[in-house]
């Protein structure tokens, strides 16, 4: 207002202006206030003429109607989000469903037209084949329909005293066929958790160190009591993940800047390590491995009254060449990030 009177006493234009003023009452109004400077005699002014009225009613409706514009903004960019989303979703599905079908119908029809003509050697690496591609839509369709029960909140733990020693190395010896070379530094933990969805969460794990990482990069699973529960951790000698992206990667439908064109992925196996994670009450991120690379980990809650009497004893999973076991040493440090979102 001050600015205004100043404006006006410098150009003698008439006074206009908006303002809020506070009434008897204590309510907040909005004021129109328009006047001009009548002159009683040649250049000597006498009075101001002018009028004020109250436009707290249109300020409220200007208002509202910024607020529904934003709020359309708004919607309108989350449509977009979610259209793009569902552009990337359905294309890296199309591919990880056509490669391994399209394996499967070759496969068919070379054995459909082959029949009796091909070796023993032959039909069984065929074969062999065959059941690995299907086994790769299976895992596909499996994530996709666990996202939607665990999006309509339908999944629930079947917690019951499990082995992890035994479930990692046997999940580590079954990794051997990928070529990949592994460490296990196992703690003989028993822990109350659903054994199904810690070796999903497993396979999640190993699945995306592979697709982000050289073939002969080795990699870490590592297993241990952390205060009030189990720690399990899956870590790689790759590139790492940068900090800015590290939240993200637990988005569905998000993949890091490194993946593989060539396999893309659907981008939902790391979100169902956070959410299976969250099922058993614990929560999953990602941070710096010692050295470089990436150390994705899972917390598990397992108070220590519902653990085993008795330890099992650590296997070794045989003679694998490409599984070993080295020392535990691990810890989660202090402060570590909370990254899972969902």
Same mark, same amino acid.
């Given at each position: 207002?001050?600015?205004?009177?100043?404006?006006?006493?410098?150009?003698?234009?008439?006074?206009?202006?908006?303002?809020? $003023?506070?009434?008897?009452?204590?309510?907040? @109004?909005?004021?129109?206030?328009?006047? =001009?400077?009548? +002159?009683?005699? #040649? *250049?000597?002014?006498?009075?101001?003429?002018?009028? =004020?009225?109250?436009?707290?009613?249109?300020?409220? /409706?200007?208002?509202?109607?910024? !607020?529904?514009?934003?709020?359309?903004?708004?919607?309108?960019?989350?449509?977009?989000?979610?259209?793009?989303?569902?552009?990337?979703?359905?294309?890296?599905?199309?591919?990880?469903?056509?490669?391994?079908?399209?394996?499967? =119908?070759?496969?068919?029809?070379?054995?459909?037209? /082959?029949?009796? $003509?091909?070796?023993?050697?032959?039909?069984?690496?065929?074969?062999?084949?065959?059941?690995?591609?299907?086994?790769?839509?299976?895992?596909?369709?499996? !994530?996709?329909?666990?996202? !939607?029960?665990?999006?309509?909140?339908?999944?629930?733990?079947?917690?019951? #005293?499990?082995?992890?020693?035994?479930?990692?190395?046997?999940?580590?010896?079954?990794?051997?066929?990928?070529?990949?070379?592994?460490?296990? /530094? @196992?703690?003989?933990?028993?822990?109350?958790?659903?054994?199904?969805?810690?070796?999903?969460?497993?396979?999640?794990?190993?699945?995306?160190?592979?697709?982000?990482?050289?073939? !002969?990069?080795?990699?870490?699973?590592?297993?241990?009591?952390?205060?009030?529960?189990?720690?399990?951790?899956?870590?790689?000698?790759?590139? *790492?993940?940068?900090?800015?992206?590290?939240?993200?990667?637990?988005?569905?439908?998000?993949?890091?800047?490194?993946?593989?064109? +060539?396999?893309?992925?659907?981008?939902?196996?790391?979100?169902?390590?956070?959410?299976?994670?969250?099922? +058993?009450?614990?929560?999953?991120?990602?941070?710096?491995?010692?050295?470089?690379?990436? $150390?994705?980990? @899972?917390?598990? #809650?397992?108070?220590?009254?519902?653990? /085993?009497?008795?330890?099992?004893?650590?296997?070794?999973?045989?003679?694998?060449?490409?599984?070993?076991?080295?020392?535990?040493?691990?810890?989660?440090?202090?402060?570590?990030?909370?990254?899972?979102?969902?």
């Amino acid at each position: 207002m001050l600015a205004e009177d100043r404006r006006v006493e410098l150009t003698g234009d008439p006074w206009r202006m908006e303002y809020r $003023s506070i009434t008897k009452n204590g309510r907040v @109004v909005w004021l129109r206030d328009h006047a =001009v400077l009548v +002159h009683g005699g #040649p *250049g000597e002014p006498s009075y101001w003429h002018g009028f =004020v009225i109250d436009i707290t009613e249109q300020k409220r /409706a200007e208002q509202a109607i910024r !607020d529904a514009l934003e709020r359309e903004q708004q919607a309108t960019r989350q449509l977009r989000a979610l259209d793009e989303a569902k552009n990337v979703f359905l294309s890296a599905v199309s591919h990880e469903l056509r490669t391994p079908l399209a394996s499967i =119908v070759g496969i068919a029809l070379t054995l459909q037209r /082959a029949r009796s $003509s091909l070796s023993e050697d032959d039909g069984a690496d065929l074969i062999d084949r065959l059941a690995a591609n299907a086994g790769k839509l299976d895992r596909l369709l499996s !994530d996709l329909l666990d996202l !939607d029960r665990l999006n309509r909140g339908i999944v629930t733990p079947k917690l019951r #005293p499990t082995d992890l020693a035994a479930l990692v190395t046997r999940i580590g010896t079954e990794w051997e066929d990928t070529g990949q070379p592994l460490k296990l /530094a @196992v703690e003989p933990v028993v822990a109350q958790v659903d054994p199904a969805k810690v070796e999903r969460i497993l396979e999640n794990l190993l699945a995306n160190a592979a697709r982000h990482t050289p073939p !002969d990069t080795l990699v870490w699973v590592r297993v241990a009591r952390q205060d009030q529960g189990v720690l399990i951790a899956v870590e790689d000698a790759g590139g *790492g993940v940068p900090p800015e992206l590290r939240a993200g990667l637990f988005e569905p439908f998000r993949q890091g800047p490194e993946a593989p064109a +060539h396999t893309p992925g659907v981008g939902i196996g790391l979100t169902l390590v956070a959410r299976f994670a969250e099922l +058993h009450g614990g929560r999953a991120w990602v941070e710096e491995r010692p050295g470089g690379g990436s $150390s994705f980990r @899972v917390l598990l #809650p397992d108070p220590p009254a519902a653990t /085993a009497a008795t330890a099992p004893q650590r296997q070794d999973g045989g003679d694998s060449p490409n599984i070993t076991f080295e020392p535990l040493g691990f810890q989660e440090p202090a402060g570590g990030t909370n990254t899972n979102a969902c």
